[in-house]
């Protein structure tokens, strides 16, 4: 099994541009989230789907849009890159978001704007 | 705001010796996990204590909990030069928004062969 697979690994952008993050999962989850990790610091949640069909914010979500496309698909928009938005982004998805479990991550998606 | 903060935020050892990190948080939980990342890599679950436990051992990993000082310590013993990696303590609240895992900033572990 793939598990959480992130597309593209790396990507470098000019302040101002926009791009997609994309994020599936293989394992019927219901729940998927998106997380940022800056040097130093631990994960900060951006935006979850608790299930297909919602989307609630995180901790982090300004300069961000996100879209559930269903349920194995959780894509990140970022509509004008910033410099502060240099990070490395992480999806990860649970069966359950009620549920007291493990999360399952992808390897990341490490992003630089110029 | 971070929930965990690890501690320490370096940690380098000989392997065959044990290490120990340390994890506190501010706010009452639900459960506790920690999570291991290897370089360039995403982060693996390794183990979860629920708030009503105060030890849990899975393989080389012992995990204890006490929630009177808001505190949870990883023991690995006998490490090898494979468990080098940064380790991350993460909460869970107990219903709504709470739910959703918060991260601390980690402890970047080193095992010299």
């Known amino acids: 099994n793939a598990g959480v697979t992130q597309t593209p690994k790396f990507q470098v952008l000019k302040t101002g541009q926009s791009m997609t993050l994309q994020c599936a999962q293989d394992?019927?989850?219901?729940?998927m989230y998106w997380y940022r990790q800056d040097p130093g610091m631990g994960l900060r949640l951006i935006y979850y789907?608790?299930?297909?069909?919602?989307?609630d914010k995180g901790e982090v979500p300004n300069g961000y849009n996100v879209s559930r496309l269903n349920k194995r698909e959780f894509s990140l928009r970022l509509e004008s890159a910033a410099p502060s938005q240099t990070s490395v982004y992480f999806c990860?998805?649970?069966?359950?978001?009620?549920?007291?479990?493990?999360?399952?991550f992808g390897d990341g998606t490490r992003l630089s704007i110029l | 705001s971070q929930q965990g903060e690890e501690d320490p935020q370096a940690l380098s050892i000989q392997e065959g010796e044990n290490a120990t990190m340390n994890c506190s948080y501010k706010t009452s939980i639900n459960n506790l996990q920690w999570y291991r990342q290897n370089s360039g890599r995403g982060l693996v679950h390794l183990i979860l204590i629920r708030s009503n436990e105060r030890e849990k051992h899975s393989g080389r990993l012992r995990v204890t909990l006490d929630t009177s000082k808001k505190s949870s310590s990883l023991l690995i013993t006998a490490s090898r030069a494979a468990d080098t990696a940064s380790y991350f303590c993460a909460t869970g609240g107990a219903s709504g928004s709470a739910r959703q895992l918060t991260f601390g900033s980690g402890t970047q572990l080193t095992v010299l062969p």
């Open positions: 789907s608790a299930s297909e069909g919602t989307t």
């Open positions: 394992m019927n989850h219901n729940s």
């Open positions: 990860a998805s649970r069966l359950w978001t009620e549920l007291v479990q493990p999360q399952h």
